[in-house]
């Protein structure tokens, strides 16, 4: 059942086009594609250093350059991480769930004048 799950989730982003490949690895707990809000919520099996180095590596693979990391909270290690890549910008939160869980969002946004 997970593998005709991920087949699907790997086709609907290949359909409707996504902004990189995502550490597969991962429970979805909110997705929203309208653009007014995060693009997807949920969780990771692993602690936060380990989470932080998978999206930095997707994101580098699909040329997306860093730009900084906003610190937001000490205790759950909660940071955002700003990405840009063309016209495009990309916002991904990290924090601690638990040891070995990490949560995450990450959204996009183009910028003004930009298709």
Avoid: N
């Avoid at 919520?41 to 989470?51: D, P």
């Amino acid at each position: 059942m997970k593998t005709a799950a991920r087949l699907t989730f790997a086709a609907m982003w290949l359909l409707f086009g996504g902004a990189f490949t995502l550490p597969v690895e991962r429970k979805v707990g909110y997705a929203d594609a309208s653009g007014k809000s995060w693009r997807e919520e949920g969780e990771l099996r692993v602690s936060v250093v380990a989470a932080r180095q998978m999206w930095e590596l997707a994101l580098r693979r699909e040329g997306w350059r860093f730009v900084r990391t906003i610190p937001l909270d000490s205790v759950t290690h909660r940071h955002l991480e700003v990405w840009e890549r063309g016209g495009a910008t990309l916002m991904l939160c990290l924090w601690s769930i638990a040891p070995g869980v990490s949560g995450y969002m990450w959204g996009t946004m183009e910028k003004e004048g930009q298709p």
